[in-house]
């Protein structure tokens, strides 16, 4: 690897000596998985970022590397000595011949405390699409800015799809702090600006930094050239902001959507069935099978059933197909219940008292995903958790304009755009709003023939 | 792995506070795996033997655990595959009480559907074989163990692709994955493939094997073997890889990181026996695995673009 750094950029005045090998610390130990998604507009250094990030966390081996800095020699990158970070991250043919980033592409590094999964979310071509796509799993959305050019109409957007998504914490990396001398009073000015934004939004955890992603300062390290600064890095950050499934383990009610009915009756795994009495045993086997959306369950919970309103006893926990005592979100379980109640996929189970009503109408925010307009009076698919059911779009009623975060009224929604629509269902769904709860108020409008994605939906109330 | 698949000790304790990154990861897994067998009518897993179909299959042992598997397997046999790799392939099938199909490339080759490759690999020659399979048993999804840190093109892959009846990735049209709700909807002629490990790292699958402690083909740990040097890798001597004039055999102790075509698949040198070595071993790796090890993935940066694009995985 030696060798390989020496193609890189300066390294950061901070010269931290980097840890021996985080790969290592993870090897040792169980880490925990935390999503974030970056976004940015055209040539503010998110590539860069990104691929100083994961080079500076030691997840770029030494054959990617050399591959990286083979074709940036190729190309002339930085008069032939330098190393273009995009080609790290750019995975099609046609993305590295255009030197644009089309879709969204997923990268993974660890620390010793933390394995991350980072969505890498083109900017400029469909951006809302890609944006939508990163954002929906994530636990943090980085945001970049460039210092010189403060927040554009494309970081509003960005920041507006991430409180309408409501991702839990929003990063905002104000880049190329080196170009601007590393200016305090520049920084402040974009971060006002940025904090300005994001309360008309109604974003509540937003973290604003300096950063030179082609330096590394304030990356992975802190840097000694902005000593007026004394936040974490954003290496820190992800290592320390709560993720998305503790909070909603700890703070929802208990929501499962099922998959399916686990019934082996014939069908056992062979090393039960060899056994008379074991398979005596697992005659009756009946569970549901699904992923918790939120909260927790323990055996002697009381449970409601959607969509009958019956009540009945967890009598058993089974997680990844081994007993347990409880199981928590985001958890793959089966649950065996105390009474014969019907449990087909679509059914929902949720802490006794808590049942979602069913409702066969949707007031819903739309995000438009697809190339194909929709239109009021559209016959759709919506897939909520585990049910898919005919609906039409009985009324659009709005767009927002993301520059001006207003709306504006509207009767069809082009790729894009994001608008508020109602949508009448031929069947109820326990449909929860979003802000609430994020299983429970999410949706696709699918075309009912080709299948094709058309929109990400969410409840507004 | 069926002695794995009884112990209660790990996920036995699980609290919300307490969920680690394969916990995680191995619920993503499951939550897919039942999603594709809860919307389709007849799944089928790619089965090589190789350790990420093998984890597919232990994590598909567990989704629907007390009951068995409930797809069969489907290998694509190059004709040039390790000995031992088949055998363990057969067992494991016949252990869990799963079908295994198999589609040979050597019977295209003996009828003319397909012809050998000049450089003798057969690795690009297993699309035609699986299409048909497809074809035939009329699945419509097809589960297989690809991870998106394999490759650049594999960065971009969804959890849930779908194809068309030529088997066509199209990278540039691909569905938005949104939230955990995948769209699995298809029309007359599609099918989707689908990865449950998508988001697993090489180290992670590492870390899953030695936790759960699951049985693997023998070469994937250190042992003596007549190997020769090409192209920076070893490579094993057998019936069809042999050396070149220039190039000496020698016996080395390797392991193989990967399992593919005996001809183009290297070994790596090696002196992990056991599992926690191994995980070891890779946490250390400065090498990518296709990187050590597959000859067919240097082909050119864009090869494994263009496989994909042609219905390979």
């Not at chain 1, 320390?240 to 929802?252: N, V």
């Not at chain 1, 069913?358 to 007031?363: A, F, L, S």
């Not at chain 2, 449950?196 to 899953?208: F, G």
Request: aromatic share 6%; glycine share 8%.
């Amino acid at each position: 690897m030696t060798d390989a750094t020496q193609l890189l950029a300066p390294a950061s005045a901070t010269d931290a000596p980097a840890s021996a090998s985080p790969a290592l610390d993870r090897a040792a130990g169980a880490t925990s998985l935390f999503r974030f998604a970056t976004a940015g507009s055209v040539d503010d250094g998110k590539s860069t970022l990104v691929g100083r990030l994961l080079h500076d966390s030691k997840a770029i081996l030494a054959d990617q590397f050399e591959q990286v800095a083979r074709t940036s020699r190729e190309r002339g990158f930085g008069q032939g000595t330098g190393f273009d970070f995009a080609l790290l991250t750019d995975g099609l043919r046609a993305e590295r011949e255009q030197g644009i980033t089309i879709d969204v592409a997923y990268r993974y590094f660890s620390t010793g405390q933390r394995s991350f999964i980072l969505a890498d979310c083109p900017g400029h071509v469909q951006y809302t699409r890609n944006m939508v796509t990163g954002a929906t799993t994530a636990d943090a959305v980085v945001v970049l800015v460039d210092a010189r050019n403060g927040v554009l109409e494309q970081t509003r957007r960005h920041l507006a799809v991430v409180a309408l998504l409501r991702v839990p914490h929003v990063v905002v990396a104000v880049n190329k702090i080196d170009l601007l001398g590393f200016d305090e009073g520049a920084f402040t000015r974009v971060a006002d600006d940025v904090r300005r934004v994001a309360g008309e939004l109604g974003l509540a955890d937003v973290h604003v930094l300096p950063v030179s992603a082609l330096d590394g300062d304030n990356v992975v390290d802190r840097s000694s050239r902005t000593p007026w600064y004394d936040g974490p890095s954003l290496l820190e950050l992800l290592e320390t902001l709560p993720p998305l499934d503790g909070l909603e383990a700890d703070a929802e009610a208990f929501r499962l959507p099922v998959q399916l009915v686990l019934r082996p009756q014939g069908g056992l795994a062979p090393d039960l069935a060899g056994d008379p009495a074991t398979a005596e045993a697992y005659r009756d086997y009946r569970a549901a099978a699904g992923r918790i959306a939120s909260g927790t369950v323990r055996v002697g919970d009381r449970v409601q059933v959607f969509p009958s309103g019956i009540e009945t006893t967890v009598t058993g926990v089974e997680v990844a197909g081994a007993p347990a005592d409880a199981a928590a979100a985001p958890q793959s379980v089966a649950l065996r219940l105390a009474d014969d109640v019907d449990l087909a996929r679509g059914t929902l189970l949720a802490e006794a008292g808590t049942l979602p009503e069913g409702r066969r109408e949707i007031d819903a925010d739309l995000f438009q995903l697809d190339a194909r307009t929709l239109a009021q009076g559209a016959r759709v698919l919506v897939k909520h958790g585990t049910t898919t059911v005919q609906a039409i779009v009985a009324e659009i009623s709005s767009r927002r304009d993301l520059d001006a975060l207003t709306h504006e009224p509207a009767d069809a929604l082009a790729v894009n755009d994001i608008g508020r629509a109602r949508l009448v269902l031929s069947a109820p769904l326990p449909l929860e709003p979003y802000a609430l709860h994020r299983a429970g108020g999410s949706f696709l409008v699918i075309h009912p023939s080709d299948g094709a994605t058309l929109a990400a939906g969410t409840v507004r109330s | 792995m069926t002695d794995t698949l009884t112990t209660t000790d790990a996920a036995a304790s699980a609290t919300p506070a307490g969920i680690d990154a394969l916990d995680a990861l191995e619920a993503e897994a499951i939550h897919v795996i039942r999603e594709v067998v809860a919307e389709f009518e007849r799944p089928v897993l790619l089965f090589s033997g190789g350790k990420d179909s093998v984890v597919v299959l232990h994590l598909a042992a567990k989704a629907f655990r007390p009951g068995k598997v409930p797809f069969p397997l489907l290998h694509v046999d190059t004709g040039h595959n390790f000995p031992e790799v088949l055998r363990f392939r057969d067992e494991t099938a016949a252990r869990l009480g799963v079908r295994l199909e198999v589609a040979r490339v050597q019977d295209y080759l003996d009828d003319g559907r397909l012809a050998e490759r000049a450089d003798g690999t057969r690795n690009p020659l297993q699309t035609l074989p699986l299409l048909d399979a497809i074809a035939a048993g009329r699945h419509d999804a097809v589960f297989g163990g690809a991870r998106r840190d394999e490759d650049k093109a594999r960065a971009k892959e969804r959890i849930l692709s779908l194809r068309d009846e030529f088997g066509q990735w199209d990278p540039r049209n691909q569905r938005p994955e949104l939230w955990s709700l995948y769209n699995g909807r298809h029309t007359v002629g599609q099918h989707v493939r689908a990865f449950p490990i998508s988001n697993w790292t090489e180290l992670d699958v590492w870390r899953y094997i030695a936790r759960e402690r699951i049985a693997l083909p023998p070469l994937y740990f250190a042992h003596e073997r007549e190997v020769y040097a090409r192209d920076g890798m070893w490579l094993a001597v057998s019936d069809v890889s042999a050396p070149r004039a220039g190039e000496t055999v020698e016996r080395r102790t390797v392991r193989y990181r990967t399992v593919g075509d005996l001809s183009c698949t290297g070994a790596v040198e090696s002196e992990a026996a056991d599992l926690d070595a191994i995980v070891r071993e890779v946490a250390a790796s400065t090498i990518t695995e296709r990187g050590a090890t597959r000859a067919d993935d240097r082909l050119s940066e864009a090869a494994m673009e263009d496989r994909k694009k042609d219905g390979y995985f």
